[in-house]
């Protein structure tokens, strides 16, 4: 099993460690998630696939607390985007923190992704965005949503291969709405979170070197290894 944690998502579980368990899930979110990953699996006994993985550490002051790894996929005119990772910390008790996050484009434009969090074995959410006719359909918590955009062509996975030279905005599939991508220096950009927390991210040959993701309390790290 490949356990994942994208940067927003760790940032959400330091704040949120104490939220109570979410219920059971409706059965078209694991559907979309069979769905893709049998996508995935498909996509990657294909010869024809071409793949690139970074591996980055995740530290909080100055310790290294657990790794990522970023891959992509890429066949004609689909991509497939995972980051997995895991990442062990300790507050006031210990934090096991288990990610798993999917996107699957087609002809640069986002089809289909999925999220899903736990905490010490317990899952705490599962989240899902589908492409339709009249835009995209959400599911967080069994509770449907609709985003009125006629396609999503960027979102948080593609900022640790594509710098956001020409973006002013990207998708969060973990909050489900848009996000405002400043640019605070050469190769470097700011995205505020709806929270108020903020992460900066720079670049070097269009790839993602380091995250920074800063809260009032602490800050973490995300560094190429």
């Known amino acids: 099993m490949i356990l994942i944690i994208t940067v927003e998502l760790l940032f959400w579980f330091l704040q949120k460690i104490t939220a109570i368990e979410a219920g059971k899930f409706s059965f078209l979110i694991i559907s979309e998630q ?14 024809q696939a071409q793949e690139k993985t970074v591996n980055y550490n995740v530290l909080r002051n100055g310790t290294v ?15 497939f985007l995972k980051i997995s990772s895991e990442v062990k910390t300790r507050l006031i008790f210990g934090i096991d923190i288990k990610t798993e996050e999917g996107s699957h484009f087609k002809n640069g434009k986002l089809i289909s992704s999925y999220v899903k969090r ?12 589908q492409l339709i006719d009249s835009g995209y359909k959400t599911l967080a918590e069994n509770k449907k ?7 999503i062509d960027y979102n948080l996975m593609l900022l640790y291969s594509k710098e956001p030279v020409s973006e002013n905005q990207v998708y969060s599939d ?18 505020v979170l709806p929270d108020g927390n903020y992460n900066d991210y720079h670049f070097l040959n269009g790839v993602c070197q380091k995250v920074e993701l800063h809260h009032s309390l602490f800050t973490i790290n995300i560094q190429i290894a």
């Open 34 to 47: 069979a769905k893709l990953a049998v996508l995935f699996f498909l996509f990657t006994i294909n010869s």
């Open 118 to 129: 736990h905490v010490n074995g317990k899952e705490k959410a599962n989240k899902t965005t």
């Open 174 to 191: 973990s909050f489900q709405q848009f996000l405002v991508i400043k640019k605070t220096n050469t190769h470097s950009y700011r995205i």
């Open 145 to 151: 949503g609709q985003i009125k955009q006629n396609y």
């Open 65 to 79: 607390i657990g790794q990522m790894q970023f891959s992509q996929k890429t066949n004609n005119n689909d991509v």
